[in-house]
């Protein structure tokens, strides 16, 4: 989820940190001059539930690989994953996708990212018109945020219960469990009922190509996002014996529908 989508500017620049690494910072500069597609309440709302802390189930690792688990091996419907290939004769190895079934099928990283992406804007500029806006779902938005003041309030004034000795430690922790649980609830509803207009943001071709930089490994999650909204299937297709280099012809894909 972007600023864009709730009609706000943004500046980025890259920073670089005491440990050496740069890293892009990006800042609200103000309001933009294009329709959003999400109200900048909700959007509020999911940056808050996205972002916190207790949805953090593990992992963390770095993944540099735009397709790995998205694209699926033709012959056994396994998942690709990033390797490398063997040393040519000049000493050099590239990235390469491997089917992690049983490797029945390797193809070049590079222009495959390339290919898809190029397949993906492709498919954007025919989704030139935003779906209409659905008037429960922009009712039901209205209940969901107000749902989510009421119920941070009511969070609130349980810790302030507490404090002034009307409640004790046991009724203010259960209290505040059930409003963290149904606050859960809301923001959950209110991330589908984003997540069914973000795709929106696929006619913008030129924020797509800019959101697309898959070789800038900030982006890389939320660009395979966008790949996995916009294709139903991506398949690695044999290159055929002693083929090495990739044709369009080596990946099929199949396009959701907008």
Not at 78 to 87: I, L, N, P, Y
Not at 121 to 126: L, N, R, V
Not at 225 to 236: D, H, I, N, R, S
């Amino acid at each position: 989820m972007k600023p864009r989508n709730a009609g706000l500017q943004t500046y980025s620049q890259w920073v670089e940190k005491p440990d050496g690494r740069r890293v892009r910072v990006t800042e609200e500069t103000g309001t933009g001059n294009w329709e959003p597609i999400i109200s900048e309440s909700m959007f509020r709302a999911l940056a808050r539930y996205l972002s916190d802390p207790e949805r953090n189930t593990g992992g963390g690792g770095e993944r540099k690989a735009l397709l790995s688990g998205v694209v699926r091996c033709s012959k056994c419907q396994a998942v690709v994953t990033q390797g490398w290939s063997k040393k040519n004769a000049a000493g050099e190895r590239y990235r390469i996708y491997t089917c992690s079934g049983g490797r029945c099928i390797t193809c070049p990283a590079d222009p495959l990212d390339s290919f898809v992406v190029r397949e993906v804007i492709d498919k954007a500029e025919k989704w030139n018109k935003a779906p209409a806006t659905d008037a429960v779902d922009e009712e039901r938005e209205a209940e969901l945020l107000a749902q989510e003041v009421a119920t941070s309030e009511r969070r609130t004034a349980l810790a302030e219960m507490f404090a002034v000795g009307d409640i004790d430690a046991s009724t203010m922790r259960a209290g505040i469990g059930r409003c963290d649980a149904d606050l859960a609830k809301i923001r959950t509803e209110l991330a589908d009922l984003a997540a069914k207009r973000v795709r929106v943001d696929l006619g913008d071709v030129e924020y797509l190509w800019e959101e697309l930089d898959y070789e800038d490994p900030d982006r890389i999650d939320y660009a395979r996002t966008v790949v996995m909204q916009v294709c139903e299937l991506v398949e690695l297709m044999p290159r055929g014996r002693g083929v090495r280099e990739f044709k369009p012809d080596h990946c099929r894909i199949s396009f959701r529908n907008p």
